[in-house]
């Protein structure tokens, strides 16, 4: 049995170009301009024969009458009447490339009507979109061979595993990259986390842990530490990222960079007048995390229970001389740890000196909650803290300074 070789299928051919032009009278054009004069400048000049006017293109019937034309072999029609910005729901016609020629804003609302003028640029306007309609081509999509679909993610903390996670779930081979010798950021020294599960009203189990766990043992996250992205170039879809590890490099594609590069706490050797620096048991909200052993917090300085303790907000923070801006998380986090203190000793006192506290959301559960355990929260401005570790406020309500003496522990919200 013999065969005979088929010949290649050929692409199918365009329909040959056929201009037409509808004009609209609607709107204050037809008061504008001659339209008979307009309909001659198409097919005189412009050799043009199909041309019609309509007292609304923009109705149904109106777009009936085009839709007819274009199914009739009209290919590129041009609408002579309201600007491109508009209509361009009632304005499509599946298989018609639609070339617009604006008559009603940039001639019949802006020029004086029935003048030579007004008439002259009505046809220039017809002139250029006919002009358009012989010329154009559609446009062809890009092609998209060589792309990679890999997303790479820089950061290690608590965002960029989650980022991670939520990626290769939804499909895509992930790369993670992480400077340090460990996943979990600063989220990994917490003791305890801002709650996020209802009733959102006491301080939770810190389960970065867990995060890191389900992320390092899934096989479509690729995990990288003591590693930095040294070099990246190309553009979405086809980046080539250069990895730097102790002195080796690696290239690898990706199509997508996050980048959840985490954040550093302020610089609290700048707070000296909040007296840090001046006794051990002045420390910033970060440091206070690893003092809490077994949920007991004890003195830098002599080891002995913290039973009295004072955070001071905005340390550093809302600040020309320092940061202007608020941190958004440190009325929260003190809140959180001062929690703590009293649920590991409920004899112990523990003050929060704010000048605003903004617990947004449902960080407002965990304000109320904190009043009802015993927080004491006091409203006023920090002028100092002294060497005997007393912090003078100008309280708001009294309207004077007030000493707050005989703590164990001052605890600066720097963020």
């Known amino acids: 049995m013999s065969t005979t070789p088929q010949a290649a299928a050929k692409p199918a051919t365009p329909p040959p170009r056929k201009p037409g032009v509808f004009i609209c009278t609607g709107c204050g054009i037809g008061e504008a301009v001659k339209v008979d004069a307009l309909s001659g400048t198409v097919t005189k000049e412009q050799k043009i024969a199909h041309v019609k006017t309509h007292g609304a293109l923009c109705s149904e019937e109106g777009g009936a009458l085009i839709k007819a034309d274009v199914a009739a072999g009209i290919t590129h029609p041009v609408i002579a009447?309201?600007?491109?910005?508009?209509?361009?729901?009632?304005?499509?016609?599946?298989?018609?490339?639609?070339?617009r020629a604006n008559l009603r804003e940039q001639v019949a609302w802006s020029q004086a009507p029935m003048t030579e003028d007004t008439?002259?640029?009505?046809?220039?306007?017809?002139?250029?979109?006919?002009?358009?309609?012989?010329?154009?081509?559609?446009?062809?999509?890009?092609?998209?061979?060589?792309?990679?679909?890999?997303?790479?993610?820089?950061?290690g903390g608590v965002t960029g595993l989650s980022a991670a996670l939520e990626?290769?779930?939804?499909?895509?081979?992930?790369?993670?990259?992480?400077?340090?010798?460990?996943?979990?950021?600063?989220?990994?020294?917490?003791?305890?986390?801002?709650?996020?599960?209802?009733?959102?009203?006491?301080?939770?189990?810190?389960?970065?842990?867990?995060?890191?766990?389900t992320v390092t043992a899934t096989k479509s996250i690729s995990v990288h530490t003591n590693s930095i992205v040294?070099?990246?170039?190309?553009?979405?879809?086809?980046?080539?990222?250069?990895?730097?590890?102790?002195?080796?490099?690696?290239?690898?594609?990706?199509?997508?960079?996050?980048?959840?590069?985490?954040?550093?706490?302020?610089d609290a050797t700048k707070l000296g007048h909040l007296?840090?620096?001046?006794?051990?048991?002045?420390?910033?909200?970060?440091?206070?995390?690893?003092?809490?052993?077994?949920?007991?917090?004890?003195?830098?300085?002599?080891g002995k229970e913290v039973r009295s303790i004072a955070f001071l907000q905005c340390a550093g923070s809302r600040d020309p001389d320092h940061l202007p801006y608020c941190s958004s998380v440190c009325c929260g986090v003190s809140i959180r740890q001062a929690m703590q203190v009293l649920k590991a000793d409920p004899k112990a006192s523990a003050y929060i000196i704010y000048e605003e506290l903004r617990t947004p959301g449902t960080a407002e559960e965990l304000y109320r909650e904190a009043q009802r355990s015993g927080v004491i929260f006091m409203k006023g401005k920090?002028?100092?803290?002294?060497?005997?570790?007393?912090?003078?406020?100008?309280?708001?309500?009294?309207?004077?300074?007030?000493?707050?003496?005989?703590l164990d522990m001052i605890v600066l919200a720097t963020g």
């Not at 309609?133 to 950061?155: C, F, Y």
């Not at 600063?186 to 995060?211: C, F, M, T, V």
């Open 275 to 302: 007296g840090y620096g001046g006794s051990p048991d002045v420390v910033t909200g970060v440091e206070l995390e690893s003092l809490f052993k077994d949920g007991r917090l004890k003195r830098k300085s002599d």
């Open 119 to 155: 008439q002259m640029l009505a046809a220039d306007q017809v002139r250029m979109a006919i002009a358009q309609a012989k010329k154009m081509e559609a446009p062809k999509p890009a092609a998209l061979a060589d792309t990679s679909s890999v997303v790479l993610v820089v950061g």
């Open 81 to 99: 009447a309201c600007s491109h910005r508009v209509m361009t729901d009632r304005f499509q016609f599946p298989g018609a490339e639609v070339i």
């Open 167 to 213: 990626a290769s779930r939804a499909g895509h081979e992930v790369v993670l990259v992480e400077r340090s010798d460990r996943l979990g950021g600063w989220a990994a020294q917490w003791s305890q986390r801002l709650p996020h599960r209802p009733p959102y009203r006491e301080p939770q189990k810190n389960d970065i842990g867990a995060l890191i766990d």
């Open 230 to 266: 040294s070099k990246t170039s190309g553009g979405p879809g086809r980046f080539s990222v250069t990895l730097s590890k102790a002195g080796a490099e690696q290239v690898l594609a990706a199509g997508a960079i996050v980048l959840a590069t985490g954040w550093r706490p302020y």
């Open 382 to 406: 920090v002028k100092g803290v002294a060497k005997d570790m007393t912090v003078t406020y100008a309280d708001e309500l009294l309207g004077e300074e007030v000493p707050l003496a005989g």
